[in-house]
């Protein structure tokens, strides 16, 4: 039987304050950067539907320079194969893991 990898994202709620850090700094875009992208897709899939691509993504790492494959790739092994599933999959751990450290700061 394969072992499956667990998805990064999955462990973000268990990470402590340097492993957060360390995650973060391999990410090809920064933490605030990650959360307007949330943003920005939630805004652009009110208007329009997710054709199960990455459209919109797309569009806003190329607005904001950000590096396309390795944060696409990122957003995909983390079953973020298309917008809606980015925020489905990825943004509900992201927020979740953040706003607790929120809290405890």
Do not use: H
Not at 18 to 42: G, H, N, T, V
Not at 89 to 95: G, H, K, T, Y
Request: net charge negative; aromatic share 10%; hydrophobic share 35%.
């Amino acid at each position: 039987m394969p072992i499956l990898r667990k998805r990064q994202i999955e462990n973000l709620a268990q990470m402590n304050g340097e492993e957060l850090e360390q995650f973060l700094d391999s990410l090809a875009a920064d933490k605030e950067e990650i959360e307007e992208l949330f943003e920005y897709l939630e805004k652009k899939l009110e208007r329009e539907p997710c054709n199960d691509t990455l459209r919109f993504s797309m569009q806003f790492m190329m607005e904001n320079r950000l590096n396309f494959p390795k944060l696409s790739n990122w957003l995909q092994q983390n079953g973020g194969y298309c917008d809606c599933k980015v925020l489905e999959q990825i943004a509900p751990e992201w927020r979740k893991a953040f706003d607790r450290i929120k809290k405890t700061s």
